[in-house]
């Protein structure tokens, strides 16, 4: 499978400032996810991200909140903009093939 | 939307015996179906899948069936050793490359 690679691995922001999230995958890939994962819950999809064109986002996750770029088919942002600290949580890019999806170390966002 | 329900929330076994976790699905589309285990502090690791044309599926200690008529998936893990100690989640989606829905995750405990 692919090597997936996040960026910051965790970070502490201050509520009100916005924070930008890398993921890098080592091979071309069709398709990237972006996941949440708030504290001992489950995965929630944020959105599709898309190649050339703009994410297609989940209910109840808007562009002016998490605007994502995906300028290539290696490499993927998603911000969290204008945080409070009920963003605070785990956040996960997946990449995927024909089924199988992988997912990246993750980004622990805590927010003050 | 699709929507998985997953139980139970949390399961304790003794070592070495069998383990078993449900999954229900709401989408008759859906046609893949993971299995991700995460370990405390770690990214989900996809460990088994199954596709809507098998009935079921074996690797070693872990297998997965599905039942497409009642819509319903598990996963069995036989000879559980402390290893397997972690949060199991399941999923669901349609035709390949698609979005992911998620259960709600089975914390799994082995007692030695």
């Known amino acids: 499978s692919a090597v997936i690679s996040q960026k910051p691995s965790r970070d502490i922001c201050q509520r009100g400032t916005s924070l930008t999230i890398q993921c890098q995958v080592d091979s071309q890939v069709t398709m990237m996810f972006w996941y949440r994962q708030q504290p001992g819950q489950s995965l929630t999809l944020i959105a599709t991200a898309n190649q050339g064109s703009e994410a297609t986002y989940e209910s109840g996750f808007v562009i002016d909140k998490f605007p994502i770029s995906r300028p290539n088919l290696t490499f993927s942002t998603l911000t969290v903009s204008n945080m409070s600290p009920e963003d605070s949580s785990i956040y996960l890019c997946?990449?995927?093939?024909?089924?199988?999806?992988?997912f990246g170390p993750g980004t622990r966002l805590t927010v003050t | 939307g699709e929507n998985v329900e997953q139980h139970p929330s949390t399961l304790s076994v003794q070592e070495g015996d069998s383990a078993v976790i449900k999954c229900t699905y709401s989408d008759s589309a859906s046609n893949y179906f993971p299995w991700y285990k995460q370990e405390l502090g770690k990214r989900p690791q996809l460990i088994i899948d199954?596709?809507?044309?098998?009935g079921e599926k074996k690797d070693q200690r872990i297998a997965v069936t599905l039942n497409k008529t009642a819509k319903h998936f598990s996963l069995h893990i036989t000879e559980t050793q402390p290893e397997d100690s972690a949060v199991y989640f399941c999923a669901a989606s349609g035709v390949g490359n698609e979005k992911l829905t998620f259960g709600t995750g089975t914390r799994l405990t082995i007692i030695p």
């Open positions: 199954i596709r809507s044309n098998v």
């Open positions: 997946s990449v995927g093939g024909d089924y199988e999806q992988y």
